[in-house]
């Protein structure tokens, strides 16, 4: 499992520079992938983003080395990247619910969290079923909503966003499905991760069309990409376990990675279909 050892290899460098600058293109390089790919895949598999794990990592470090009474916050905060006491201050308050000079107590309880490495483990051998499928540039149409997630908490949910659709709505939407993937589907698009370690994206809830519709809709154009196509039968815990599976199980084995293009879901009485955007390593 090359992928996997590239990954752990990138673990391994960034735990060996945590006091120095790292760069995600040389992360991902050591990690045999694609920065877009090292930061998604590493997202979908931990639940955090790279930078929230690499700061979470830092402030770990600094409340172990504060512990010692002859070394001082200013050297700590400018050793693991801040630029002030008081930025350093105000991060680690928010992170271990106190300062660094309370910290130095040695019976402060403090946070810790400990390195990531990761493995391949399949369960039960159970089958996926798949096609890799080559699929010419198409549009998407419908409410589009700018979500935030934060330790696999998203905002806003997609039980509010879809409380916000009218049937009416949701009817004239699957009206318009004339293309693959069939029906009403729930398209991610743009992922990426801000300053705070944070990753956003774009969420339309919609159809694949060639029509178009009167009324304040969002347009998706969707490049030509090559797609690996999962089918699920059952209800939504089943389709959350089986796209757990295809980044934990399928992804790390296959000769493919994640392009920068969308994840797509079709769903229609426990039929579900999970598109994935990839291109060959």
Known sequence: MDMLKGINDALNYIEENLSN??????????????????????????????????????????????????????DVAIKYGYQSPDAFSRVFQNYHGVTP???????????????MTFQLKIKGGTEMNYRIVEKEAFKVVGVKYKVEMVNEILTPTYESMI?????????????????????VIHVSANYSENAEGKAIFDQYIGAAT???????????????????????????????????????????????????????????DEKSEIWISIKEK
């Open 21 to 74: 600058h790292i760069d995600l293109k040389v992360v991902a390089k050591i990690g045999l992938c694609s920065e877009y790919h090292f930061k998604r895949l590493f997202s979908l598999l931990s639940g955090i983003t790279i930078s929230e794990y690499i700061r979470r990592r830092r402030l770990t470090l600094a409340a172990l080395e504060l512990k010692d009474p002859d070394v001082k916050v200013i």
């Open 163 to 183: 409380s916000t659709i009218s049937d009416s709505k949701m009817k004239e939407l699957e009206s318009i499905s004339n293309k693959e993937p069939n029906g």
């Open 210 to 268: 060639t029509q178009e519709l009167l009324g304040n809709y969002s347009i998706l154009e969707v490049p030509s990409f090559l797609w690996a196509v999962f089918e699920i039968d059952g209800n939504w815990e089943k389709v959350e376990e089986h796209w757990q599976r295809i980044y934990s199980e399928w992804l790390p084995s296959s000769s493919y990675e994640l392009a920068e293009g969308p994840e797509i879901l079709a769903s229609k």
């Open 101 to 115: 000079s309370i910290a130095r107590n040695t019976e402060q309880n403090l946070k810790a969290y400990p390195r």
